[in-house]
C-alpha cells in the first residue's frame, strides 16, 4: 500500500504532523494548503515524494485516497463541494477521508456527493491533539461503509492507535462530538480543582500528582499539566475551535431533544474567552475564566 498515492489537504497544527508520519510510512504525498507557502515549506522540510497541488480538484486528480483536515464545516463545503473541490477531480473507486471536526450533516453531504461519483467517502475525526498528531497515537472515530474502511485502516494505523467505526457516514462526527464534550467538562473540572487548591495553599503540581493515581486521574491531566502549571497556552488544539466544536454538539442535542446543561455552561466560558480575543491559545486557557472569577493565579 506504501505505493499509493496520498493527497492530503490542510496542514495546519494537526494536518502537518498527520502527513509527515504518512510520508515517513513511506507514502506519496500530493499536498495542497490554503497558504500555498505552507505547503511548499512542508514539503521542502518533510523530503522527498511530496508534491504541491495548487487546487483540491488537482489533488484528487493525482492521487488515489485523499484526506483532509480542515478547521470547520464551511472550509470542507468549499474544499470538497466547490467549484475546483475534490469533488470536481474524483473518479470511480477513489477514496476520500475527511479527518476533520465537522457537523455529521456535511460529512453526510460529501458522501452522498462522492456515491454518486462511484467513490467512497469516510468521516474520521481524531483526538489526541498536537502530540497525539506527531507521535501517531490520535484516537480515530471512522463513519462510513465497512470495505471502505478497511481500505483506509492500513493508513489509520499510521497516524493513530485506537480505531473504532461507529456506523455509516456522520456517526464518526457525531462520536467526535461527544468526545469534544467530555475534553471540555473535563479540562473546566480539572480548572476548578487546581485552583480551590492553590486559593487553599495546597501545591497544584502536587495535587496532579496525587489525583492521578486515583478514580480522578484523565488524560487531561497528563497531557496538559505543563499548559496549566506553567500558563502556558501556546496552542495544541486552538480554544476557538474547540469552541466551534461544541457549537456543533449543542446543535446536535437539539435536534434530538438531549440535555447537555454543563456543556452549555463550558460554551459559554469559551465564548467569553473567545469574544476576549483569546481565541487562538489553546483550550487549556480555560484555566483562566476561573482563575479570573476566583481573583486567583495558580
Known sequence: MPDTTIGFIGLGIMGAPMAANLRQAGYPLVVHNRTRAKAEEFASS????????????????RSEIVITMLPDSPDVEQVYLGDDGVIAGTRTGQLLIDMSSIAPSVARAVADAASELGASALDAPVS??????????????????????????????????????????????????????????????????????SKAGVDPDRLIEVLSGGLAGNRVMEVRRRNFLEHDFTPGFKLALHHKDLGIALRTARELDVYVPTTALVDQMLAALEAAGDGGLDHSALLTVIEQQSSHRI
Request: glycine share 12%.
Open 128 to 197: 489526541g491533539g498536537d502530540v497525539g498528531a506527531r507521535e501517531g497515537t490520535l484516537s480515530i472515530m471512522v463513519g462510513g461503509p465497512e470495505d471502505a474502511f478497511e481500505r483506509a485502516r492500513p493508513l489509520f494505523e499510521v497516524m493513530g492507535k485506537t480505531i473504532v467505526r461507529l456506523g455509516e457516514a456522520g456517526a464518526g462526527q457525531t462520536a467526535k462530538a461527544c468526545n469534544q464534550i467530555l475534553v471540555a467538562v473535563t479540562i473546566e473540572a480539572v480548572s476548578e480543582a487546581l485552583v480551590l487548591a
Open 46 to 61: 518533510a523530503g522527498n515524494e511530496i508534491d504541491v497541488a495548487d487546487t483540491p480538484r488537482e489533488v484528487a486528480e
